[in-house]
């Protein structure tokens, strides 16, 4: 059975560090891709970091380029993100997702609150 499931978000002072984790069910190689995802209030959804698994390749958004690292721990069947230079635009709902070569975004865990605030 497929399933995502988040945890790690909470409150964290602009400026501090927090990192994600997704447990991922049945494995991690059962996905071609896996990634985080965020939707802010009121705002468009947004693609963060993703990891493509068969090669490692790694990317990221812009906005959080070398201040996010995703990772995996393949023994461990998880995907991380560890977020640093926290900013309070990245408050957010985040998202592990993981799908197919086609459809990378098919499966999505239930979502983790970051809020990002003095």
């Known amino acids: 059975q497929v399933q995502l499931v988040e945890s790690g978000g909470g409150l964290v002072q602009p400026g501090g560090s927090l990192r994600l984790s997704c447990a991922v069910s049945p494995d991690i190689f059962s996905f071609a891709t896996l990634g985080w995802y965020r939707q802010a209030h009121e705002k468009q959804l947004e693609s963060v970091a993703s990891i493509r698994n068969i090669d490692g390749l790694t990317d990221y958004a812009d906005s959080v380029r070398g201040r996010f690292t995703i990772f995996r721990d393949i023994s461990k069947n998880t995907l991380d993100l560890q977020m640093n230079s926290l900013k309070p635009e990245d408050t957010a709902v985040y998202y592990c997702?993981?799908?197919?070569?086609?459809?990378?975004?098919?499966?999505w865990g239930q979502g983790t609150q970051v809020f990002v605030s003095s």
């Open positions: 997702v993981g799908g197919g070569t086609r459809s990378p975004d098919e499966y």
